[in-house]
């Protein structure tokens, strides 16, 4: 296996995965880089040059088998197991995002839900009780938490990304509609349904 | 211009518009495709093959302009005016999607909110009345309406997803954790924060 593999080939890996669980959950074992490429508006050569990275995992002609290249998938992206998430924000998007019920079983689990406002520490959202934003630090390094969401305003976004990574947050999922100031070393995704709704503008006649 | 641009450029021209109006907020007049490939983590080769789709909009040497290139991917995006957008659902994940402030010039406006919960009717988001689903149907092909974005529970988002087809709705933005069936001529795009997150997981230690 290479050393470096280039970020934008790791982009697309999740992808595949999502793709791969789809086959699984409509009955399929096996696949192609074409079938791949045709459900996901991907080249099938790109597919095969991705994959290929990580040594191929099919055979010239056969296909690939689904649930082994979910599994090569999930260990290359360190899913196998569930990373627990800390949940900065309790209000209307913290409470969806709270009781989402898209994260089981591909990697990821609410561990813990902050705010500060007073009339919501305490409160319970489904199982988890939301805790005051003064046990933020202590909880993440107790707990040696490497991943957090930020559903606050987006005033607020940068202040708690700095508590984060103060505290040894090294990934960073951000709903508030702000660009995040953080280290090198730590890694921001957002969440902008715009991206998604200009990719189909396009085509709208 | 050729007749059809791939799925996979027009896809990445939202990450660039986006790119571009944060180096405008910085301050920035003029870019370079390698400035853009290193923020983005793209190759400055990838960037120039994709614009050049649309003629390039840059010189050799001198850069992209980056106001000038703003408006040319708004305009093959076609987002230089406010789509319309039919909400449904008006739950957690609806109120804050009502609420957030990202849309704003970025080509979409909210324009309608439903749902069918009847303390939910008739209440208020910010300046949106909740109206209730027996009048998503008229609202739409009345209003001419496009784009929508569902947000509600992973069991009703098929039939919402069918009345909203049925009204002539041709770009769906679906923020519930399923994935939903739609004739051909029908886009979809997936709200699903596991995909960021699992872009993130590779890099932790």
Redesign the interface.
Known sequence: MPTI????V??R???Y??ALE?LSQEGHEVTSSHELGKRL???SA?IRKDLSHFGGFGKQGTGYRIPYLKDQLRQ????EQD?E?ALIGA???G???A?????AD???RIAYVFDNAPDKVGAHIDDFEVLPMDRLHETIVHNSI??A?IAVP?EAAQIVADILVEAGI??I?NYA?I?LVVPSDV?V?????????????????
């Open positions: 593999i280039p970020d934008i790791i982009s890996l999740p992808i995965l999502r789809r508006g991907i080249s790109q290359v992206l360190k899913v990373w998430i209000g209307d998007l409470n969806a995002v009781r989402y019920r898209g994260f591909r990697g990821f490497r991943i969401m987006a090294r990934a999922l509609p660009n890694r995704q957002y969440i902008d349904p715009v991206i998604h709704l200009q990719r189909m503008t396009y085509y709208l006649p």
